[in-house]
T-cell receptor
């Protein structure tokens, strides 16, 4: 157990639907990062939150949004789902002190049918 | 911009050493990381190196950093079948509390 918890582990949904992925960071970590891993694109950074505030944005589609709550857990919302959104979605967390490494959760596998 | 390149495949015999290479473009990279991903699993941090270091050794793992050439390598001594996985190189900038930029990963196959 890495200390980063992601739920659900698997999700199958239809095109056009909306889903919410949840991440609880490692205890004490203030930053949460969301990544998408697909076969042809590798690991793509989506968005980062630090202590409740958006810190950095990557290749996140407008149909996707995220937030980090006061208890530091984060949710990634994916709407108007398309077949191409099928991927593994990883959450990672890191502490405020640099050089401690980034800890990844085991991911949510999203399948859009 | 930031870019991290890795070769996609590497095959070695059990007991041999594996060397996985990575190049990066951003000279302001502060920390460089190696992650391991086994089938169906998340990413496991193997080791990392601060940019003012040339080498770091941790048991069977040796990381070499050539800042001039922006080249990073991971050597696995006495490679075992359990080392078969995808290995990702990643970089981060500034204080380290910034998003990691990953390479596409090197798939290591260990032949018994």
């Amino acid at each position: 157990d890495s200390g980063v918890t992601q739920t659900p582990k698997h999700l199958i949904t239809a095109t056009g639907q909306r889903v919410t992925l949840r991440c609880s960071p490692r205890s004490g970590d203030l930053s949460v990062y969301w990544y998408q891993q697909s076969l042809d694109q590798g690991l793509q950074f989506l968005i980062q939150y630090y202590n409740g505030e958006e810190r950095a944005k990557g290749n996140i589609l407008e149909r996707f949004s995220a937030q980090q709550f006061p208890d530091l857990h984060s949710e990634l919302n994916l709407s108007s789902l398309e077949l191409g959104d099928s991927a593994l979605y990883f959450c990672a967390s890191s502490p405020a002190v640099a050089g401690q490494g980034y800890t990844f959760g085991s991911g949510t596998r999203l399948t859009v049918v | 911009g930031e870019d991290v390149e890795q070769s996609l495949f590497l095959s070695v015999r059990e007991g041999d050493s594996s060397v996985i290479n990575c190049t990066y473009t951003d000279s302001s990279s502060t920390y460089l990381y190696w992650y391991k991903q086994e089938p169906g699993a998340g990413l496991q941090l193997l080791t990392y190196i601060f940019s003012n270091m040339d080498m770091k050794q941790d048991q069977r793992l040796t990381v070499l950093l050539n800042k001039k050439d922006k080249h990073l390598s991971l050597r696995i001594a006495d490679t075992q079948t359990g080392d078969s996985a995808i290995y990702f190189c990643a970089e981060s900038m500034n204080s380290g509390n910034t998003p990691l930029v990953f390479g596409k990963g090197t798939r290591l196959s260990v032949i018994a």
